[in-house]
């Protein structure tokens, strides 16, 4: 079985990527969320994973951000948007496509940490991937203003050092 990976341009490859994500994420799954309401940032960089048969199985968003940890400055890249097509889960694509994902945040020398927001189904998936739960708080932009962000949980993936405590403001709009 050939898997082709592609880390393409985040816009470019929105519309190979929109598809997917609708089937995953579409309105009808995300209206009763209590995150239904969200602004989200776009992607900077695109992981896609492909079969010849089956063309796109898998997604993740990569993004680079200046955030603050404490009120200082830090490089921090993230993850967001991971989704597998339904009819092809439990093959490990999602765990390529995040390593790749990884893979390019540490490319980029300035990321320390790389960061994601789940929901706790997703718990168990990301602490058995080296992703650590981040016990402080996250503030966020949100078009009203700057909001604690919880509608989440924070997840960081140590690359220098990643913090597990203080307060992480993401400064502009959460992934
Ligand atoms: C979460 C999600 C992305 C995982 O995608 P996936 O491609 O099925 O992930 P993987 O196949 O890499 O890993 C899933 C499980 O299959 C297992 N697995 C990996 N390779 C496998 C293989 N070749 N055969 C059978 N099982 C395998 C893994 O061990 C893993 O189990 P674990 O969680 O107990 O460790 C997918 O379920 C999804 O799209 N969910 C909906 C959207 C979502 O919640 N996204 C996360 C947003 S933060």
């Not at 390019?104 to 992703?131: G, Q």
Request: proline share 6%.
């Amino acid at each position: 079985m050939t898997i082709e990976i592609d880390i393409l341009n985040g816009d470019a490859s929105w519309p190979i990527t929109e598809p997917l994500h609708q089937a995953v994420w579409g309105p009808h799954v995300v209206a009763d969320k209590p995150w239904a309401h969200v602004k989200w940032d776009n992607a900077h960089l695109r992981v896609l994973l492909e079969t010849p048969e089956d063309g796109l199985v898998c997604h993740v968003g990569v993004y680079f951000r200046t955030v603050t940890w404490n009120g200082q400055k830090v490089h921090a890249g993230g993850i967001g948007g991971v989704c597998t097509r339904e009819d092809r889960r439990g093959r490990g694509y999602a765990t390529m496509a995040i390593d790749a994902a990884v893979h390019t945040m540490r490319a980029n020398e300035a990321v320390r940490f790389a960061l994601l927001f789940c929901e706790p189904h997703n718990f168990a998936f990301y602490e058995s991937r080296s992703w650590l739960p981040f016990k402080g708080e996250v503030y966020c932009e949100q078009p009203e203003g700057r909001i604690r962000f919880d509608y989440m949980a924070p997840y960081v993936f140590n690359i220098v050092r990643a913090p597990t405590l203080g307060t992480i403001d993401l400064c502009g709009l959460p992934w």
